[in-house]
């Protein structure tokens, strides 16, 4: 990095932790005139570095620290709502609404989390956007059949885009770069919530790291297989409803939270 760049970038770091945010307008009000808006901007757009492999060497300075030489990899996403009036972010797009059921205007994060017996960090975080006709085609296909239009004679459900890859298939993306930067960090599972149980997921994830253990959220909807014996999960948790185990998270506050195990 340049002379100009290095305290460009320490002062990046700095406003993002005084100001809890990332904000270039924010960032120029809290340098008291030092910088200005464009100039932080700019100097974000125009110069040629190498942004994917700074997160890269900070986790792997991190992990010099003696004593940090596996963990478990976490998979999850987020969406954070933005302004109605923003249009200029990159990966906007209307989401679900979790809680209302409605929709909001916003971003949709993917991040891969490291969590070792000392320390949790993140690893990877990158945007997540459907493609711009598939999400076309999923707002022409609710409306054609709201009208009673059969299956057949609505439009066909357009290929996959390769620019716009599935949140499946990012978050495998993240675990093979991370198995490349990282090939000293031995991995004991790897976690991730329903939207990730599939089987090319956990096949893939499993396979990455050698045959580790790859957890998953079961869904409502499903049945279990043990032997030649199926049952449906519902039915199954009715009669196991677990055994309350007493554990202190991150030595804090000692809480109690109910554990089973089954073979199926």
Known sequence: ??????????FCITAVLVTNS?????????????????????????????????????????????GITSGSLGVDDTDTPRSKAAKALASLYTLRDKASGGSLWGHSLVFLVLVTPKISMPVGVCFSQPAPELSAWYKTDKILK???VPAQQRPCKPAPNPQYPTTEQRALRFLASFKAHQP??????????????????????SALFRGVQVSSQIR??????????HQHVADYFATHP???????????V??????????W
Not at 38 to 54: E, V
């Open 184 to 205: 000293e960090v031995r991995m004991h599972a790897v976690m991730a919530d329903a939207l990730y149980g599939t089987a090319t997921f956990v096949d893939g994830a």
């Open 1 to 10: 990095m340049s002379v100009t760049q290095r305290p460009w970038l320490a």
């Open 242 to 252: 677990g055994t309350p185990y007493a554990i202190r998270i991150r030595g804090g």
């Open 22 to 66: 990332i904000c270039w307008a924010r960032f120029a009000r809290a340098s008291l005139g030092t910088y200005g808006l464009a100039a932080l901007s700019w100097m974000l757009r125009h110069r040629k570095m190498p942004w994917d492999h700074l997160l890269v060497a900070r986790v792997r300075v991190i992990l010099r620290h003696p």
């Open 220 to 229: 409502s909807n499903q049945n279990m297989r043990g032997g030649q014996r």
């Open 254 to 263: 000692e809480v109690v939270a109910m554990g089973g195990s089954a073979r």
């Open 146 to 148: 709201k009208q009673g």
